[in-house]
Protein backbone atom coordinates (compact mmCIF):
# COMPACT_ATOMS: atom_id res chain seq x y z
CA UNK A 1 0.00 0.00 0.00
CA UNK A 2 2.60 2.41 1.33
CA UNK A 3 4.83 1.31 -1.62
CA UNK A 4 1.90 1.42 -4.49
CA UNK A 5 0.75 5.10 -3.41
CA UNK A 6 4.68 6.48 -3.21
CA UNK A 7 5.35 5.53 -6.81
CA UNK A 8 2.00 6.71 -7.91
CA UNK A 9 3.28 9.91 -6.02
CA UNK A 10 6.60 9.55 -8.29
CA UNK A 11 4.64 9.11 -11.12
CA UNK A 12 2.72 12.34 -11.22
CA UNK A 13 5.63 14.49 -9.39
CA UNK A 14 7.08 13.43 -12.61
CA UNK A 15 4.82 14.26 -14.81
CA UNK A 16 4.23 17.72 -13.06
CA UNK A 17 7.52 18.23 -13.63
CA UNK A 18 7.62 17.61 -17.25
CA UNK A 19 4.72 19.76 -18.12
CA UNK A 20 5.07 22.58 -15.57
CA UNK A 21 8.49 23.30 -15.25
CA UNK A 22 10.50 22.21 -17.90
CA UNK A 23 13.89 21.84 -15.89
CA UNK A 24 17.55 21.77 -17.29
CA UNK A 25 16.69 17.90 -17.27
CA UNK A 26 13.94 18.22 -19.90
CA UNK A 27 16.78 20.50 -22.14
CA UNK A 28 18.51 18.87 -24.61
CA UNK A 29 21.34 20.78 -24.30
CA UNK A 30 23.89 18.76 -26.29
CA UNK A 31 21.24 19.32 -29.63
CA UNK A 32 21.05 23.16 -28.72
CA UNK A 33 25.21 23.76 -28.53
CA UNK A 34 25.65 21.37 -31.77
CA UNK A 35 23.43 23.51 -33.68
CA UNK A 36 25.16 26.76 -32.89
CA UNK A 37 27.73 25.65 -35.85
CA UNK A 38 30.29 28.14 -37.65
CA UNK A 39 28.72 26.14 -40.95
CA UNK A 40 24.70 27.44 -40.08
CA UNK A 41 26.06 31.40 -39.34
CA UNK A 42 27.87 31.00 -42.76
CA UNK A 43 24.98 30.17 -44.21
CA UNK A 44 22.86 33.57 -42.78
CA UNK A 45 25.67 35.87 -43.32
CA UNK A 46 26.08 35.04 -46.61
CA UNK A 47 22.42 36.18 -47.39
CA UNK A 48 22.35 39.08 -45.40
CA UNK A 49 26.01 40.65 -46.75
CA UNK A 50 24.94 39.85 -50.35
CA UNK A 51 24.97 42.32 -52.70
CA UNK A 52 21.05 41.63 -53.68
CA UNK A 53 20.96 43.49 -49.93
CA UNK A 54 22.39 46.40 -50.88
CA UNK A 55 24.39 47.15 -47.86
CA UNK A 56 21.33 47.29 -45.66
CA UNK A 57 20.75 50.74 -45.12
CA UNK A 58 17.85 51.86 -43.20
CA UNK A 59 14.56 52.95 -45.32
CA UNK A 60 16.14 51.60 -48.37
CA UNK A 61 14.81 48.37 -50.49
CA UNK A 62 17.94 47.06 -48.55
CA UNK A 63 16.12 47.54 -45.40
CA UNK A 64 13.06 45.04 -47.05
CA UNK A 65 14.72 42.80 -48.02
CA UNK A 66 16.81 42.00 -44.17
CA UNK A 67 13.82 42.55 -42.08
CA UNK A 68 11.54 40.34 -44.45
CA UNK A 69 14.48 37.94 -44.33
CA UNK A 70 14.65 37.77 -40.70
CA UNK A 71 11.02 37.48 -40.06
CA UNK A 72 10.60 34.32 -42.72
CA UNK A 73 14.15 32.95 -40.95
CA UNK A 74 12.33 33.64 -37.20
CA UNK A 75 9.41 31.99 -38.00
CA UNK A 76 11.16 28.99 -39.42
CA UNK A 77 12.71 28.33 -36.48
CA UNK A 78 9.78 28.26 -34.38
CA UNK A 79 10.23 31.66 -32.74
CA UNK A 80 7.38 34.26 -31.97
CA UNK A 81 6.60 37.84 -33.15
CA UNK A 82 7.90 39.96 -30.67
CA UNK A 83 5.59 43.32 -30.66
CA UNK A 84 1.73 41.22 -30.02
CA UNK A 85 0.71 39.81 -33.51
CA UNK A 86 4.28 41.55 -35.70
CA UNK A 87 7.86 41.06 -35.62
CA UNK A 88 8.21 44.46 -36.13
CA UNK A 89 8.49 47.80 -34.07
CA UNK A 90 8.57 51.08 -35.94
CA UNK A 91 11.27 53.31 -35.69
CA UNK A 92 10.46 57.00 -36.78
CA UNK A 93 13.05 58.51 -38.04
CA UNK A 94 14.01 62.13 -39.34
CA UNK A 95 16.74 61.70 -42.59
CA UNK A 96 18.42 64.83 -43.34
CA UNK A 97 20.60 65.00 -46.53
CA UNK A 98 22.80 67.96 -47.07
CA UNK A 99 23.59 69.07 -50.55
CA UNK A 100 27.22 68.69 -50.82
CA UNK A 101 27.47 71.67 -52.77
CA UNK A 102 28.67 73.51 -49.42
CA UNK A 103 31.96 75.69 -48.79
CA UNK A 104 33.86 76.50 -45.47
CA UNK A 105 34.95 80.35 -45.73
CA UNK A 106 37.48 81.31 -43.07
CA UNK A 107 38.26 85.11 -43.13
CA UNK A 108 40.31 87.06 -40.99
CA UNK A 109 43.68 85.98 -41.58
CA UNK A 110 46.25 87.41 -44.32
CA UNK A 111 43.57 86.41 -47.28
CA UNK A 112 40.21 84.18 -46.82
CA UNK A 113 40.81 80.42 -47.20
CA UNK A 114 37.77 77.78 -48.49
CA UNK A 115 37.34 74.11 -48.31
CA UNK A 116 35.01 72.54 -49.85
CA UNK A 117 32.88 69.11 -48.96
CA UNK A 118 34.56 65.81 -48.77
CA UNK A 119 38.77 65.73 -48.43
CA UNK A 120 38.82 68.53 -45.56
CA UNK A 121 35.57 68.72 -44.67
CA UNK A 122 32.23 66.54 -43.72
CA UNK A 123 30.33 68.72 -42.34
CA UNK A 124 25.78 67.99 -41.32
CA UNK A 125 22.95 70.00 -39.53
CA UNK A 126 21.71 68.33 -36.94
CA UNK A 127 18.69 70.68 -37.42
CA UNK A 128 15.65 69.58 -39.96
CA UNK A 129 15.27 72.51 -41.43
CA UNK A 130 15.94 73.11 -45.12
CA UNK A 131 18.94 75.77 -45.38
CA UNK A 132 20.94 76.74 -42.17
CA UNK A 133 23.13 79.93 -43.03
CA UNK A 134 26.58 80.57 -40.31
CA UNK A 135 27.72 83.70 -41.03
CA UNK A 136 30.77 85.43 -40.00
CA UNK A 137 30.85 83.50 -36.54
CA UNK A 138 34.02 84.57 -34.24
CA UNK A 139 35.62 81.17 -34.09
CA UNK A 140 37.12 79.60 -30.60
CA UNK A 141 39.26 76.88 -29.81
CA UNK A 142 37.91 75.14 -27.10
CA UNK A 143 40.44 72.30 -26.32
CA UNK A 144 38.41 68.95 -25.69
CA UNK A 145 35.16 70.96 -25.49
CA UNK A 146 34.59 68.98 -22.46
CA UNK A 147 32.77 69.91 -18.82
CA UNK A 148 33.52 67.05 -16.30
CA UNK A 149 32.71 68.18 -13.19
CA UNK A 150 33.71 64.47 -11.85
CA UNK A 151 37.48 64.96 -13.40
CA UNK A 152 37.57 68.80 -12.25
CA UNK A 153 37.77 69.80 -16.23
CA UNK A 154 35.97 72.77 -17.72
CA UNK A 155 36.91 73.63 -21.08
CA UNK A 156 34.01 76.21 -21.48
CA UNK A 157 34.93 78.17 -17.87
CA UNK A 158 34.64 81.63 -18.60
CA UNK A 159 33.68 82.03 -22.04
CA UNK A 160 30.74 82.72 -23.79
CA UNK A 161 30.56 80.68 -27.23
CA UNK A 162 26.93 81.91 -27.84
CA UNK A 163 27.10 81.71 -31.73
CA UNK A 164 30.46 81.46 -32.25
CA UNK A 165 31.76 78.54 -33.89
CA UNK A 166 34.13 76.23 -31.49
CA UNK A 167 36.95 73.98 -32.67
CA UNK A 168 37.89 71.31 -30.66
CA UNK A 169 39.68 68.17 -30.08
CA UNK A 170 38.63 64.43 -30.49
CA UNK A 171 39.00 61.98 -27.63
CA UNK A 172 39.64 63.43 -23.98
CA UNK A 173 42.90 65.13 -22.11
CA UNK A 174 43.39 60.42 -20.61
CA UNK A 175 43.89 59.28 -23.52
CA UNK A 176 46.29 62.16 -24.75
CA UNK A 177 48.49 62.49 -21.31
CA UNK A 178 47.89 58.67 -20.81
CA UNK A 179 48.11 59.57 -17.03
CA UNK A 180 45.61 57.03 -15.23
CA UNK A 181 44.95 59.80 -12.83
CA UNK A 182 44.01 62.17 -15.49
CA UNK A 183 40.24 61.23 -16.44
CA UNK A 184 40.12 57.00 -17.03
CA UNK A 185 43.44 57.26 -18.32
CA UNK A 186 43.69 56.03 -22.43
CA UNK A 187 40.40 54.20 -21.78
CA UNK A 188 37.71 56.62 -23.72
CA UNK A 189 35.08 58.30 -21.77
CA UNK A 190 31.94 59.43 -23.05
CA UNK A 191 33.43 62.58 -22.80
CA UNK A 192 35.80 61.34 -25.60
CA UNK A 193 32.87 60.93 -27.86
CA UNK A 194 32.05 62.91 -31.01
CA UNK A 195 28.28 63.04 -29.64
CA UNK A 196 29.01 64.22 -26.89
CA UNK A 197 31.14 67.10 -27.93
CA UNK A 198 28.40 68.25 -30.54
CA UNK A 199 26.26 67.93 -27.57
CA UNK A 200 27.84 69.77 -25.41
CA UNK A 201 28.63 72.88 -28.06
CA UNK A 202 25.27 72.84 -28.40
CA UNK A 203 24.36 73.55 -25.06
CA UNK A 204 26.50 76.43 -24.72
CA UNK A 205 25.02 77.37 -27.95
CA UNK A 206 27.60 77.24 -30.05
CA UNK A 207 26.20 78.24 -33.98
CA UNK A 208 29.04 75.45 -35.23
CA UNK A 209 31.17 72.77 -34.15
CA UNK A 210 34.16 71.99 -35.96
CA UNK A 211 36.00 68.43 -34.48
CA UNK A 212 39.48 68.39 -35.53
CA UNK A 213 40.07 64.72 -36.78
CA UNK A 214 43.20 62.76 -36.09
CA UNK A 215 43.39 59.58 -37.14
CA UNK A 216 44.83 58.30 -33.34
CA UNK A 217 42.35 59.67 -30.83
CA UNK A 218 39.24 58.98 -33.29
CA UNK A 219 40.37 55.59 -33.83
CA UNK A 220 39.53 55.95 -37.30
CA UNK A 221 41.19 57.21 -40.52
CA UNK A 222 39.32 60.05 -42.67
CA UNK A 223 38.01 57.47 -44.80
CA UNK A 224 35.34 56.44 -42.04
CA UNK A 225 34.84 59.75 -41.35
CA UNK A 226 33.31 60.39 -45.50
CA UNK A 227 31.99 56.99 -45.46
CA UNK A 228 29.58 57.60 -42.05
CA UNK A 229 28.90 61.33 -42.37
CA UNK A 230 28.87 62.02 -45.73
CA UNK A 231 25.24 62.37 -47.74
CA UNK A 232 22.37 61.63 -45.58
CA UNK A 233 21.41 60.93 -41.55
CA UNK A 234 19.14 59.71 -39.64
CA UNK A 235 17.77 60.91 -36.18
CA UNK A 236 15.41 59.79 -34.22
CA UNK A 237 12.41 62.05 -34.36
CA UNK A 238 12.24 64.68 -31.32
CA UNK A 239 9.66 66.07 -29.19
CA UNK A 240 11.05 69.24 -29.91
CA UNK A 241 11.37 69.03 -33.43
CA UNK A 242 14.55 67.95 -34.48
CA UNK A 243 15.82 71.25 -33.72
CA UNK A 244 19.54 72.65 -32.23
CA UNK A 245 20.99 75.77 -31.80
CA UNK A 246 23.79 74.55 -33.53
CA UNK A 247 23.24 74.52 -37.19
CA UNK A 248 26.26 73.20 -38.43
CA UNK A 249 28.34 70.28 -36.75
CA UNK A 250 31.40 68.66 -38.94
CA UNK A 251 34.52 66.91 -38.44
CA UNK A 252 37.41 69.01 -40.08
CA UNK A 253 40.79 67.58 -41.29
CA UNK A 254 43.96 67.88 -39.76
CA UNK A 255 45.59 69.55 -42.79
CA UNK A 256 42.70 71.95 -42.65
CA UNK A 257 43.14 72.87 -38.74
CA UNK A 258 46.40 73.23 -39.56
CA UNK A 259 45.80 75.85 -42.42
CA UNK A 260 43.25 77.70 -39.87
CA UNK A 261 45.25 77.91 -36.88
CA UNK A 262 48.17 79.01 -39.05
CA UNK A 263 46.05 82.04 -40.46
CA UNK A 264 45.85 82.41 -37.34
CA UNK A 265 49.63 83.03 -36.39
CA UNK A 266 49.31 79.82 -34.22
CA UNK A 267 50.81 76.64 -34.05
CA UNK A 268 48.46 73.86 -33.81
CA UNK A 269 50.51 71.60 -32.04
CA UNK A 270 51.51 74.03 -29.11
CA UNK A 271 47.58 74.84 -28.84
CA UNK A 272 46.69 71.20 -28.60
CA UNK A 273 49.63 70.51 -25.91
CA UNK A 274 48.02 73.98 -23.70
CA UNK A 275 44.71 72.38 -24.25
CA UNK A 276 46.11 69.44 -21.73
CA UNK A 277 47.48 72.03 -19.33
CA UNK A 278 45.80 73.03 -15.86
CA UNK A 279 44.34 76.41 -16.06
CA UNK A 280 43.61 75.78 -20.14
CA UNK A 281 41.70 78.71 -20.88
CA UNK A 282 39.20 78.81 -24.33
CA UNK A 283 40.98 81.19 -26.67
CA UNK A 284 39.66 82.95 -29.76
CA UNK A 285 41.49 82.87 -33.08
CA UNK A 286 40.86 86.26 -34.38
CA UNK A 287 38.87 84.75 -37.62
CA UNK A 288 35.40 84.35 -38.96
CA UNK A 289 33.66 81.41 -40.24
CA UNK A 290 30.83 80.86 -42.51
CA UNK A 291 28.91 78.16 -44.46
CA UNK A 292 26.05 77.58 -45.57
CA UNK A 293 23.91 74.12 -45.89
CA UNK A 294 21.04 73.35 -47.83
CA UNK A 295 19.43 70.06 -46.65
CA UNK A 296 16.63 67.91 -47.76
CA UNK A 297 14.68 67.01 -44.54
CA UNK A 298 12.12 63.93 -44.50
CA UNK A 299 10.21 61.61 -41.75
CA UNK A 300 10.59 58.06 -42.60
CA UNK A 301 9.90 54.74 -40.72
CA UNK A 302 12.54 51.85 -40.03
CA UNK A 303 12.08 48.94 -38.33
CA UNK A 304 13.36 47.07 -35.11
CA UNK A 305 12.77 43.21 -36.05
CA UNK A 306 11.89 41.67 -32.68
CA UNK A 307 10.96 37.68 -32.04
CA UNK A 308 10.17 36.29 -28.89
CA UNK A 309 10.48 32.49 -27.24
CA UNK A 310 8.31 32.87 -24.70
CA UNK A 311 9.24 31.69 -21.34
CA UNK A 312 7.56 28.34 -19.03
CA UNK A 313 7.44 29.56 -15.46
CA UNK A 314 9.01 33.26 -15.54
CA UNK A 315 7.62 34.14 -18.64
CA UNK A 316 7.01 37.93 -17.92
CA UNK A 317 11.00 38.07 -17.02
CA UNK A 318 13.23 38.51 -20.73
CA UNK A 319 16.77 37.39 -21.47
CA UNK A 320 17.62 40.05 -24.62
CA UNK A 321 19.79 39.39 -27.31
CA UNK A 322 20.41 42.23 -29.41
CA UNK A 323 22.30 42.78 -32.71
CA UNK A 324 22.02 45.62 -35.58
CA UNK A 325 21.24 44.65 -38.76
CA UNK A 326 21.73 48.00 -40.52
CA UNK A 327 25.07 48.85 -42.42
CA UNK A 328 25.53 51.66 -45.06
CA UNK A 329 24.10 50.49 -48.35
CA UNK A 330 25.55 51.97 -51.23
CA UNK A 331 27.67 55.25 -52.39
CA UNK A 332 26.50 55.85 -55.90
CA UNK A 333 29.83 58.11 -56.18
CA UNK A 334 32.13 55.74 -55.63
CA UNK A 335 34.03 54.24 -58.53
CA UNK A 336 34.66 50.38 -58.51
CA UNK A 337 32.09 48.50 -55.70
CA UNK A 338 29.43 50.86 -54.61
CA UNK A 339 27.88 48.47 -52.10
CA UNK A 340 28.92 48.47 -48.05
CA UNK A 341 27.73 44.75 -47.48
CA UNK A 342 28.47 44.74 -43.76
CA UNK A 343 29.65 40.91 -43.72
CA UNK A 344 31.24 41.17 -40.67
CA UNK A 345 29.73 44.32 -39.29
CA UNK A 346 26.91 43.44 -38.72
CA UNK A 347 25.79 40.25 -40.73
CA UNK A 348 27.66 37.75 -38.22
CA UNK A 349 25.90 38.87 -35.33
CA UNK A 350 22.57 39.44 -36.79
CA UNK A 351 22.91 35.82 -38.17
CA UNK A 352 23.85 34.44 -34.82
CA UNK A 353 20.01 35.69 -33.87
CA UNK A 354 18.85 33.68 -35.90
CA UNK A 355 20.99 30.94 -34.85
CA UNK A 356 20.75 31.33 -31.26
CA UNK A 357 16.79 31.13 -31.65
CA UNK A 358 17.02 27.62 -33.21
CA UNK A 359 19.77 26.72 -30.74
CA UNK A 360 17.37 27.79 -27.48
CA UNK A 361 14.49 25.87 -29.49
CA UNK A 362 16.39 23.11 -30.37
CA UNK A 363 16.49 23.06 -26.54
CA UNK A 364 12.97 20.79 -26.59
CA UNK A 365 11.02 22.95 -24.37
CA UNK A 366 11.13 26.33 -23.07
CA UNK A 367 13.79 28.09 -20.95
CA UNK A 368 12.08 29.42 -17.50
CA UNK A 369 12.47 33.25 -19.00
CA UNK A 370 11.19 34.57 -22.28
CA UNK A 371 14.47 35.03 -24.52
CA UNK A 372 13.80 38.11 -27.12
CA UNK A 373 16.14 38.57 -30.05
CA UNK A 374 16.38 42.04 -31.31
CA UNK A 375 17.60 42.88 -34.47
CA UNK A 376 17.91 46.67 -34.42
CA UNK A 377 17.76 48.99 -36.85
CA UNK A 378 20.46 52.05 -37.68
CA UNK A 379 23.35 51.44 -35.41
CA UNK A 380 25.47 52.48 -37.42
CA UNK A 381 23.42 56.23 -37.44
CA UNK A 382 24.05 56.34 -33.80
CA UNK A 383 22.74 53.63 -31.90
CA UNK A 384 19.32 54.79 -33.03
CA UNK A 385 17.34 51.50 -32.95
CA UNK A 386 17.94 50.35 -29.34
CA UNK A 387 17.62 53.95 -28.30
CA UNK A 388 14.33 54.21 -29.25
CA UNK A 389 13.69 50.31 -28.01
CA UNK A 390 15.07 51.15 -24.55
CA UNK A 391 13.10 54.00 -24.18
CA UNK A 392 10.05 52.49 -26.30
CA UNK A 393 10.64 48.84 -24.63
CA UNK A 394 7.91 46.67 -26.04
CA UNK A 395 8.96 44.18 -22.48
CA UNK A 396 9.52 46.12 -19.18
CA UNK A 397 12.64 46.87 -18.60
CA UNK A 398 12.92 46.30 -15.00
CA UNK A 399 11.82 42.81 -16.31
CA UNK A 400 14.45 42.36 -18.26
CA UNK A 401 17.70 39.95 -16.52
CA UNK A 402 20.27 41.46 -18.76
CA UNK A 403 21.04 42.78 -22.49
CA UNK A 404 23.71 40.88 -24.35
CA UNK A 405 24.59 42.51 -27.80
CA UNK A 406 26.36 40.87 -30.11
CA UNK A 407 28.20 43.53 -32.79
CA UNK A 408 30.68 41.73 -35.05
CA UNK A 409 31.80 38.20 -34.40
CA UNK A 410 35.14 36.33 -35.30
CA UNK A 411 36.24 35.89 -38.02
CA UNK A 412 39.82 34.34 -37.52
CA UNK A 413 39.54 31.10 -35.94
CA UNK A 414 39.34 30.07 -32.16
CA UNK A 415 40.78 31.98 -29.78
CA UNK A 416 41.92 31.66 -26.13
CA UNK A 417 40.95 34.99 -24.92
CA UNK A 418 37.03 36.52 -24.87
CA UNK A 419 37.11 40.24 -23.96
CA UNK A 420 34.80 42.14 -22.80
CA UNK A 421 33.93 45.69 -23.69
CA UNK A 422 33.75 47.73 -20.39
CA UNK A 423 34.89 44.95 -18.50
CA UNK A 424 34.17 45.64 -14.78
CA UNK A 425 31.01 47.18 -15.18
CA UNK A 426 28.10 44.42 -13.99
CA UNK A 427 28.05 40.97 -12.43
CA UNK A 428 27.60 39.79 -16.02
CA UNK A 429 31.30 39.41 -16.64
CA UNK A 430 31.09 36.73 -13.47
CA UNK A 431 29.12 34.81 -15.85
CA UNK A 432 31.28 35.17 -18.78
CA UNK A 433 33.96 34.55 -16.78
CA UNK A 434 32.29 30.96 -15.79
CA UNK A 435 31.05 29.93 -18.93
CA UNK A 436 34.33 30.97 -20.64
CA UNK A 437 36.25 28.82 -18.32
CA UNK A 438 33.76 26.03 -18.87
CA UNK A 439 34.99 26.25 -22.95
CA UNK A 440 38.40 26.90 -21.80
CA UNK A 441 38.81 30.37 -22.44
CA UNK A 442 40.02 33.44 -20.42
CA UNK A 443 38.30 36.57 -19.70
CA UNK A 444 40.02 40.06 -20.34
CA UNK A 445 39.15 43.69 -20.38
CA UNK A 446 38.99 44.56 -24.57
CA UNK A 447 42.13 45.11 -26.05
CA UNK A 448 41.50 48.63 -27.03
CA UNK A 449 39.59 50.60 -24.08
CA UNK A 450 41.02 54.20 -26.08
CA UNK A 451 38.43 53.46 -29.09
CA UNK A 452 35.73 54.12 -26.57
CA UNK A 453 33.77 50.56 -27.91
CA UNK A 454 31.40 51.00 -24.89
CA UNK A 455 29.75 54.05 -26.30
CA UNK A 456 29.59 52.72 -30.23
CA UNK A 457 27.20 50.09 -29.87
CA UNK A 458 23.88 48.44 -28.54
CA UNK A 459 24.67 47.86 -25.41
CA UNK A 460 24.77 51.16 -24.66
CA UNK A 461 21.46 52.61 -25.00
CA UNK A 462 20.19 50.00 -22.86
CA UNK A 463 23.16 50.06 -20.42
CA UNK A 464 21.88 54.50 -20.27
CA UNK A 465 18.39 53.59 -18.92
CA UNK A 466 20.19 50.68 -16.56
CA UNK A 467 19.78 47.49 -17.51
CA UNK A 468 22.57 45.02 -17.18
CA UNK A 469 24.66 44.60 -20.92
CA UNK A 470 27.25 42.48 -21.97
CA UNK A 471 29.38 43.01 -25.05
CA UNK A 472 31.96 40.29 -25.33
CA UNK A 473 33.44 38.39 -27.79
CA UNK A 474 36.62 35.85 -28.74
CA UNK A 475 40.10 38.25 -28.50
CA UNK A 476 43.54 38.23 -30.14
CA UNK A 477 45.44 35.05 -29.02
CA UNK A 478 44.77 32.93 -31.39
CA UNK A 479 44.80 28.95 -30.16
CA UNK A 480 47.25 27.60 -32.81
CA UNK A 481 49.18 31.00 -34.17
CA UNK A 482 49.73 33.25 -30.91
CA UNK A 483 48.63 36.90 -30.22
CA UNK A 484 50.81 38.76 -32.86
CA UNK A 485 48.63 36.77 -35.36
CA UNK A 486 45.53 37.48 -33.79
CA UNK A 487 46.20 41.47 -33.14
CA UNK A 488 47.67 41.41 -36.68
CA UNK A 489 44.46 40.49 -38.39
CA UNK A 490 41.88 42.69 -35.95
CA UNK A 491 44.55 45.88 -36.70
CA UNK A 492 44.68 44.91 -40.23
CA UNK A 493 40.16 44.44 -40.66
CA UNK A 494 40.22 47.69 -38.75
CA UNK A 495 42.37 49.19 -41.54
CA UNK A 496 41.10 47.49 -44.77
CA UNK A 497 37.73 46.64 -44.52
CA UNK A 498 35.88 48.48 -41.48
CA UNK A 499 33.30 51.04 -42.50
CA UNK A 500 34.19 49.78 -46.40
CA UNK A 501 32.91 47.91 -49.04
CA UNK A 502 35.46 45.77 -48.66
CA UNK A 503 33.84 44.39 -45.19
CA UNK A 504 32.68 41.23 -47.72
CA UNK A 505 32.00 37.89 -46.92
CA UNK A 506 34.96 35.21 -47.75
CA UNK A 507 34.98 31.66 -48.32
CA UNK A 508 38.39 31.49 -46.36
CA UNK A 509 36.91 33.06 -43.09
CA UNK A 510 37.17 30.32 -40.65
CA UNK A 511 34.15 31.10 -38.44
CA UNK A 512 34.76 28.05 -35.84
CA UNK A 513 36.03 30.70 -33.55
CA UNK A 514 32.52 32.50 -33.70
CA UNK A 515 30.86 29.46 -33.30
CA UNK A 516 32.55 29.72 -30.00
CA UNK A 517 31.47 32.70 -29.21
CA UNK A 518 27.98 31.90 -30.16
CA UNK A 519 27.78 29.05 -27.64
CA UNK A 520 29.45 31.64 -25.05
CA UNK A 521 26.18 33.97 -25.63
CA UNK A 522 23.90 30.66 -25.38
CA UNK A 523 25.49 29.83 -22.05
CA UNK A 524 25.41 33.00 -20.54
CA UNK A 525 21.79 33.74 -21.78
CA UNK A 526 20.90 29.90 -20.97
CA UNK A 527 21.78 30.25 -17.18
CA UNK A 528 20.75 33.14 -16.85
CA UNK A 529 16.77 32.50 -18.47
CA UNK A 530 16.89 29.14 -16.41
CA UNK A 531 17.63 31.26 -13.11
CA UNK A 532 15.58 34.15 -10.96
CA UNK A 533 18.43 36.47 -10.18
CA UNK A 534 18.69 40.06 -11.46
CA UNK A 535 22.31 40.76 -11.99
CA UNK A 536 23.67 43.95 -10.99
CA UNK A 537 26.28 46.83 -12.00
CA UNK A 538 29.05 46.49 -9.87
CA UNK A 539 29.93 49.41 -7.22
CA UNK A 540 31.58 52.20 -9.02
CA UNK A 541 29.44 51.54 -11.98
CA UNK A 542 27.83 55.14 -13.20
CA UNK A 543 25.18 52.56 -14.28
CA UNK A 544 24.38 51.15 -10.86
CA UNK A 545 21.92 53.59 -9.05
CA UNK A 546 19.52 54.38 -11.62
CA UNK A 547 19.02 50.32 -12.23
CA UNK A 548 18.90 50.17 -8.09
CA UNK A 549 16.52 52.42 -8.45
CA UNK A 550 14.28 51.35 -10.89
CA UNK A 551 14.53 47.68 -9.23
CA UNK A 552 13.83 49.11 -5.77
CA UNK A 553 10.59 50.65 -7.27
CA UNK A 554 9.16 48.01 -9.23
ZN1 LIG B 1 28.53 47.23 -35.88
Known sequence: MFKRTFSTLLIIAGLLFAFSCAGPQAHDIDKALASLSAGSLAEHVKVLASDEFEGRAPVSDGEKRTVQYLEAEFKKVGAQPGNGESYFQDVPLVEITPNPDMTLTISGGKSPMSFSYGDNLVAWSPNAKDKVDVKDSELVFVGYGVIAPEFGWNDYEGVDVQGKTVVMLVNDPGFATEDPEVFNGRAMTYYGRWTYKFEEAARQGAAAALLIHETEPAAYGWGVVRNTWMGKQFSLVAEDGNVSPCDVVSWISLETTEEIFGAAGMNFQEAKARALEPGFEAVSLGLKASVAIENSVKNSISQNVVAVLPGSDRADEYIVYVAHWDHFGMDPTLEG????????????????????ANAFKNLGEPTGRSIIFLASTAEEQGLLGSHYYATHPIYPLTKTAAVINMDGLNIYGRMKDVRIVGYGQSELDDYARAVAAEQDQIILPNATPERGSFFRSDHFPFAQQGVPALSAGSGIQHREKGED?????????????YHKPSDEYDDSWDLTGAAEDMQLYFKIGYRLAMESTFPSWKEGSEFKAKRDADMAAR
Not at 487 to 492: G, N
Request: hydrophobic share 35%; glycine share 10%; aromatic share 10%.
Open 337 to 356: DQIFNGALDNATGTAALVVL
Open 485 to 497: YGRQLREQYNRKN
